[in-house]
């Protein structure tokens, strides 16, 4: 009985924290907001915190969904997640940016890239801009490679390749990356006021309209450029349309 008594509790606690998402004939549970006070800057900011986790079958039951989690094996997988800051769903207008995960720059700080930098500036844009919401997608590893084949595609730079000719080289597009989940999430948690992309490469900014969201323009991201970077940087703007301003 006791057990059951707990049981009930739990479900009550988390069901009006899940959000089902219908995407055709498939399901993205959206969990959150989540209080996340993060260090930034030597300050502790305040942001809300969501992660997204998609089936291919549709539950509306959420008991069954949480049931199965424990059987899923999700931590052998990524899911992704956004950090939310200010008024997201109600702002007039609000910051947004679609970052892919870089496990080398993001955490352990590598100077090959300038990801880690990305993405705690534009954390700091957005408090500064007084709302937004950074998506990071966690299946987007090197442009979507993964990261053990993105170890490979370092070993191939290091010897003479640059990002994109070591990514084909190794059978795979220069960016394989959908933004598909994160344009369903954006939506569910900022349904009609418009948005301004944090980038410097259009494909997102396409992406995004061609979703038919609301999107008020793009500010670019720029910096932390170095000699370990310098060549990765200069491919990004000849061969894969990044835009420098």
Not at 3 to 29: C, F, H, P, W
Not at 40 to 56: A, I, P, Q, R
Not at 167 to 194: C, M, T, W
Request: charged share 25%; net charge negative.
């Amino acid at each position: 009985m006791e057990q059951v008594q707990v049981k009930t509790n739990m479900l009550s606690i988390l069901e009006d924290k899940i959000q089902l998402i219908r995407s055709g004939e498939e399901a993205i549970y959206l969990v959150g907001p989540i209080k996340l006070p993060v260090k930034l800057d030597g300050e502790t900011v305040e942001f809300k915190w969501y992660s997204w986790l998609k089936t291919e079958d549709v539950i509306e039951d959420f008991e069954t969904v949480i049931r199965r989690l424990s059987t899923s094996k999700l931590a052998e997988m990524q899911q992704s997640s956004v950090l939310v800051y200010g008024d997201f769903e109600y702002g007039e207008d609000a910051l947004i940016r679609m970052h892919s995960i870089c496990h080398t720059g993001d955490i352990f700080g590598s100077k090959r890239c300038d990801c880690g930098f990305q993405l705690r500036q534009s954390m700091k844009m957005m408090v500064e801009h007084g709302t937004g919401a950074l998506f990071y997608l966690a299946n987007h590893e090197g442009r979507g490679i993964g990261l053990f084949s993105k170890a490979m595609a370092y070993i191939l730079q290091e010897n003479g390749y640059d990002t994109v000719e070591a990514n084909q080289a190794l059978g795979f597009e220069d960016d394989s990356r959908d933004y598909d989940e994160a344009i369903q999430v954006l939506k569910a948690l900022r349904p009609v006021k418009p948005v301004t992309l944090i980038t410097n490469n259009p494909k997102k900014l396409e992406a995004l309209k061609a979703a038919g969201l609301p999107v008020s323009g793009r500010t670019p991201l720029w910096g932390d450029i170095s000699e370990y970077n310098e060549r990765y940087l200069q491919t990004k703007i000849k061969k894969s349309g990044h835009l420098k301003q």
